[in-house]
C-alpha cells in the first residue's frame, strides 16, 4: 500500500492506493497518523479511490485510525469508497461509525463548522 498526502486547509487528506491487508501496511499508516497529530493535524479524509482491496486487518487499521484521532479530539473521513467497501462496511456494521463522502471535497466540507 501507498500513503499519498496533500492538506487542505486543517484537514489531511491521505490517498490510499493498492491493497489494504495487514502487516507492515497497516503500520505505516498507524505512524503516518502519529506523524499528523504530532504535526497537530487531528482532521483525516481517507481518499480510498485507489484501493484495490480491503480486508478485516484493513478495516482494522481504519478503525484503529479512526480512534486514534477521535481520542485526539479530531475525526476521520472516508471518501471514493467503492461498491465493495461500502458493502464490507455495511456487512460489518462499521457504516454507522464512519462517516462516508463520495468525493474528497464534501469529505473536507463535513470538517467545516455550519456558520463557514
Avoid: C, Y
Avoid at 487531528?42 to 478503525?63: I, Y
Avoid at 484521532?69 to 467497501?85: F, P, Q, T, V
Wanted: glycine residues 8%.
Amino acid at each position: 500500500m501507498k500513503i499519498t498526502e496533500t492538506i487542505d486547509g486543517k484537514v489531511a487528506v491521505l490517498q490510499l492506493k493498492g491493497k489494504m491487508m495487514g502487516g507492515p501496511d497497516m503500520q505505516e499508516l498507524n505512524d503516518h497518523i502519529s506523524e499528523l497529530l504530532n504535526d497537530g493535524v487531528n482532521n483525516v479524509v481517507a481518499d480510498l479511490s485507489k484501493v484495490k482491496w480491503l480486508n478485516s486487518s484493513g478495516l482494522g487499521a481504519l478503525m484503529g485510525a479512526l480512534t486514534t484521532l477521535r481520542n485526539e479530539g479530531g475525526d476521520m473521513k472516508l471518501a471514493h469508497a467503492s461498491d465493495k467497501i461500502q458493502s464490507l462496511l455495511m456487512i460489518t456494521k462499521l457504516m454507522s461509525i464512519f462517516d462516508t463522502h463520495e468525493t474528497v471535497e464534501s469529505a473536507i466540507e463535513a470538517f467545516k463548522p455550519a456558520s463557514e
